[in-house]
């Protein structure tokens, strides 16, 4: 298997995503099909779940002939691919004999003072089953710039630790609340790129404010970030990349006193 990406852009994202997810699991299960890789984990207190889909034409090349799995340590995985510089080519090459993930961060052009670097991760011997995804319709979606998101999140913790999600037909209030304070955040429809909610129906659902930050910390992800909520379901935040590959990032919802 040997996974290839000159673009930086793209390095940048691999970057955010696992920076993400070592403050959401201490390991990573990513399958490596033939035609795209599945990334998939959840925290020890079964509050996250994230998922991922990413399909070979993302990268630069992608040759793999049969369906390989692995489990590698998150927090190390993303020190490695933090090490990444402005003209690299990142590298991914796994045999199943070796037990060992192959990172090679590879010159583009010779710089003077910068060289290639070469990495090895072990594998871990960890069973973890890839959980099933239900499709859902869901109550309410809207999508919004993930900056604005990232900027309201970081707001939002200052004044509580529980995020309250109230949705109609024409306004998404966003609130948090404490002793020392309370903040909330009106959204006019107008000002999202897509939103959609069940005919007259109003929604009103909490959630872990410090997950829901931390899925939304990184604007390098994508430009938008899409949420959708219903009843008794995780909330769902999606960001979605080119060539149909997507990251996703379920919370369950909180039960209130």
């Known amino acids: 298997m040997k996974l290839t990406l000159d673009d930086k852009t793209k390095i940048d994202t691999l970057v955010a995503f696992f920076q993400l997810i070592k403050n959401c699991s201490s390991t990573i299960k990513i399958d490596f099909h033939t035609d795209h890789l599945f990334m998939q984990g959840m925290d020890k207190s079964h509050v996250c779940l994230f998922n991922s889909v990413i399909q070979s034409t993302w990268f630069t090349g992608y040759e793999n002939q049969c369906n390989t799995s692995v489990v590698l340590d998150s927090s190390s995985l993303f020190l490695i691919l933090s090490r990444a510089q402005e003209h690299n080519t990142l590298v991914f090459q796994y045999t199943d004999s070796s037990e060992k993930m192959e990172i090679h961060l590879l010159l583009n052009n010779q710089f003077k003072g910068e060289y290639n670097r070469f990495f090895e991760l072990p594998t871990l011997d960890v069973?973890?089953?890839?959980?099933?995804?239900?499709?859902?319709?869901?109550?309410?979606?809207?999508?919004?710039?993930?900056?604005?998101?990232?900027?309201?999140?970081?707001?939002?913790?200052?004044?509580?630790?529980?995020?309250?999600?109230?949705?109609?037909?024409?306004?998404?209030?966003?609130?948090?609340?404490?002793?020392?304070?309370?903040?909330?955040?009106?959204?006019?429809?107008?000002?999202?790129?897509?939103?959609?909610?069940?005919?007259?129906?109003?929604?009103?659902?909490?959630y872990s404010l410090a997950y829901i930050h931390k899925m939304c910390l990184h604007t390098k992800l994508a430009k938008d970030?899409?949420?959708?909520?219903?009843?008794?379901?995780?909330?769902?935040?999606?960001?979605?990349?080119?060539?149909?590959?997507?990251?996703?990032?379920?919370?369950?919802p909180k039960v209130m006193d």
Do not use: W
């Not at 509580?160 to 609340?177: H, R």
């Not at 219903?230 to 990032?249: M, T, V």
């Open 225 to 252: 970030v899409n949420v959708s909520v219903s009843k008794d379901y995780p909330i769902r935040i999606r960001y979605d990349l080119d060539s149909q590959s997507n990251i996703e990032f379920y919370v369950a």
């Open 127 to 206: 069973e973890q089953d890839t959980l099933a995804i239900p499709s859902v319709e869901y109550d309410a979606e809207f999508s919004l710039k993930t900056k604005q998101l990232c900027d309201l999140t970081s707001q939002l913790i200052l004044f509580g630790d529980v995020l309250e999600i109230i949705c109609d037909e024409n306004t998404i209030d966003l609130k948090s609340m404490s002793e020392n304070g309370n903040m909330k955040v009106t959204i006019p429809i107008d000002d999202l790129n897509e939103f959609s909610i069940t005919e007259g129906e109003t929604i009103e659902l909490s």
